[in-house]
């Protein structure tokens, strides 16, 4: 059975700081990998979907990497800003998207 | 404007009545699947399916029945809820299961007394 890990589960930085997410599962027969912002009670918002085929893919200031062969995935975040202060999730799709723990992620003005 | 709709977003709820929450998409997305969300267990697939008609468990079935009589809706049935159900309930599509993104609905807050 497929299982995602996060970390770290908890995340405070200044503003301006680069960051790096981490993501790690134990299958990688998958078909890609996404990650998601969750404002608190909020629906998730899609950032970034790598296929497996492919080894990163960047959005802005996001830039999210796949080693599928090591079962790891890194979102960085550069020059964070207030803005940014979420959950961040990782999944990975089979026949089903299983998720990581998340990581919350508060950036201090 | 692409997107998930579910209905109701919130909802209280007494033991034992039956309920439906619905989930319609307008993309055309052969795949569609419900999730629950609770503290600490975090994300958990609830059923999915890949097609009209096509349906199938995910990690945590017991307690919901789903239905794929048409391509753009996927209802949760609660046939007879109980307080373990109080959860944040998403439904999610992508184009097809594989190499597609997944869009989330706006989640439907459940809380059964």
């Known amino acids: 059975k497929q299982e995602v890990t996060q970390i770290p589960a908890a995340l405070s930085v200044p503003e301006g700081e680069n960051l790096v997410l981490n993501c790690s599962f134990t299958?990688?027969?998958?078909?890609?990998l996404q990650w998601f912002r969750q404002d608190p009670g909020k629906g998730l918002t899609s950032l970034l979907l790598i296929q497996s085929s492919q080894r990163e893919q960047t959005s802005g200031r996001l830039n999210a990497s796949l080693d599928k062969s090591s079962g790891r995935s890194t979102l960085y975040i550069a020059a964070s800003q207030p803005g940014d202060s979420a959950t961040y999730l990782c999944a990975v799709r089979r026949n089903m998207l299983t998720f990581g723990g998340g990581t919350r992620l508060m950036v201090k003005p | 404007e692409a997107q998930v709709t579910q209905n109701p977003r919130y909802l209280i709820t007494v033991t034992g009545k039956k309920l439906t929450v619905t989930c319609s998409q307008n993309?055309?997305?052969?795949?569609m699947s419900w999730y629950r969300q609770d503290p600490g267990l975090g994300l958990r697939q609830i059923y999915y399916?890949?097609?009209?008609?096509?349906?199938d468990k995910g990690d945590v079935p017991e307690g919901y029945k789903v239905s794929r009589k048409e391509k753009r809706n996927f209802p949760l049935i609660l046939e007879s809820p109980s307080p373990n159900q109080t959860s944040l309930y998403f439904c999610?599509?992508?184009?097809?299961?594989?190499?597609?993104?997944?869009?989330f609905g706006q989640g439907t807050r459940l809380t059964v007394v």
């Open positions: 399916s890949m097609n009209v008609e096509v349906t």
């Open positions: 999610a599509s992508s184009l097809r299961v594989e190499n597609t993104e997944a869009f």
């Open positions: 299958d990688s027969a998958i078909y890609n």
């Open positions: 993309m055309n997305h052969e795949y």
